[in-house]
């Protein structure tokens, strides 16, 4: 993975959502967090091209995310609603649309799909209707959905924030077993307690980017003043 | 068609068909349930704006069409468009277009309360009982082959409790745009 | 939500949706352009003889029609009282007829074919802009997803009135309703965009 960040910054109006950053990303698993409305899902929502930089620019993997077609291939973005992604009744439905609208031909949906429920150990949600799924059974087939159709970047916006103990444990490990790189927004410091590298936001600012346990330590004496 | 508007009208629609699921709900002043579904087409126009209270509207259709039964008591499929009355259902499309526009013309976040209240009120007046009523009728009168003024004399029962939905219909058109402002300004 | 379709072998369900379309258009032509009793008697005898061949259990088969036929049935006598009886008999018999084909086309066509078919008109429309195509899959779908939510949700709002010890009036469910439903549009979007579904449009 490699995703740059070249002054890249947000504004609306007159409000500086995100101060312009310059960095660049290629751990495998790198946290972000800080308080409500730091930035930091706008930082996040840079590199899938669902938010575009008012100044500076976004490369991930070579291409700019002003064309955000071309970035939605590489780059998954998992919400912090579990009831809001699943969007067709019927789990294996939702999986294959994505598929689907992708131009994959009918064969080659099943197999994807069969494959996706298979890495998850997700077939006993399959045929399950999403109205009955619990916060964690939905997050995980909304994981299944979006990782189908093979993209190598997972964003994570606050996976767990609404998913009881049980549930979070199993996302927790989810996560820590994705061959693909992470980013992973959290309130939940002990999601990205170990990772290699967190940013950490404050009032639209970059104010720290080191390992886990710096970053944290840098995060409890902001949130303290 | 941005993928939010999509997404709204696909949630009005999802509502509509709630309210033909759920039982009828009683007005305090009258001891008469309404019975919701098509107070739901006329908050539509209200609450969405026309183009997209439209195709809130014609999603609902598409439902009723490919054999959901989506209409209040279980009705649905083609056979529902085989009925006399169903000048009623189609005209739901252009009585949202309608309740739609006139909402977005009429009505306007610097006015009073009850200046929005009644813009909102003659917005479902016209679209959910006058261009609905006619669409009706028209249609009941050559598929029923009774004559225009039959057909008219046959439907004016239903006007009251229509009347009584507009008031509602503007009342709860005027809440949500107080808490919740999503019609487009159209001048 | 259980749709209308009835599973079967019947030469209905092996027709295709777009030719039992087709044929429905062409009836409800026909149906208008005769006044004739025998013609119009004869076409109820024959939709009802398609009708009823579908394999539905009679019982079933006559519940689904109940509210239509009545409505139908209600109009013909009101016409009784101020036509000529063969004008309100006609009026019967057309829409009978229609209504029993239209009836064995909803029992022997799934929604994904009807989907397929409606989603296939509608690509002309594309090229000028009007709309998507898919979208017409995806508003289906997106309305069966919500629908289940949205009831819960009406519960939940009850619920909380009783606790309130509020009565529960359109006024003060409907405006709640509304704006929890609506509120969501936003998250639901951003998934539907993130997953790239929609990917030829702004």
Known sequence: MDIRFEGAGVSYGARV???????????????????????????ARLVNGLTKPSIGRVIVNGRDTADAKAVLTDVGFIFQSPQNQIILPVVRDDIAFGLKCRGYKPAEITAKVEAVLQRFSAARLADRRA?????????????????????????????TNQLD?????????LVESLPESAIVISHDLELVADYERVLVFHEGILVADAPAGEAIRRYREIASR | MSTRDLVLSALFAAIIVALGILPPITLGFIPVPITAQ???????????????GTIAVLIVLVLVAIGLPVLSGGRGGLAAFAAPTTGFLIGWVLAAFVTGYLSERLVKSEQSAL?????????????????????????????????????????????????????????????????????PVRS | MKSLFVEGNSAMHRVSARAKLLVLAALG??????????LLALGVLATAGIYFSIGLPARSALARLKPV???????????????????????LLRLTALMLFAAAVTATTAIAQFIDEITLLARPLERLGLLRADDVGLAVGLVVRFVPEILDRYRAIREAHAARGIKVRPTTVLMPLIILTLRDADNIAAAIDARGVRRHVN
């Open chain 1, 17 to 43: 959502a995100l101060a312009p950053v310059t960095l660049q990303l290629t751990e495998k698993r790198i946290g972000i967090i800080g308080l409500n409305g730091s930035g930091k899902t706008t930082f």
């Open chain 1, 131 to 159: 109205h009955e799924l619990s916060g964690g059974e939905l997050q995980l087939a909304a994981l299944c959905s979006v990782l189908a159709t093979g993209p190598d970047i997972l964003i994570l916006d606050e996976p």
């Open chain 1, 165 to 173: 103990l049980k549930n979070r444990s199993l996302v927790q490990r």
């Open chain 2, 38 to 52: 098509s107070l739901g087409v006329m908050m539509a126009g209200v609450v969405l704006g026309a183009r997209r």
């Open chain 2, 115 to 183: 200046a929005q209240t009644v813009g909102f009120f003659f917005a479902a007046m016209i679209g959910g009982i006058v261009v609905l009523y006619a669409c009706g009728i028209v249609y009941l009168a050559f598929a029923a082959q009774l004559g225009l003024s039959k057909a008219f004399l046959g439907s004016m029962a239903f006007i009251p409790g229509d009347v009584v939905k507009a008031f509602v219909a503007a009342l709860v058109g005027r809440a949500v745009m107080v808490g919740y402002p999503l019609l």
């Open chain 3, 29 to 38: 032509v026909m149906l208008f352009l005769t006044a004739n009793f025998l």
């Open chain 3, 69 to 91: 036929f009545l409505t139908i049935l209600i109009v013909a006598l009101f016409s009784l009282a101020f036509n000529p009886w063969h004008i309100a008999v006609v009026a």
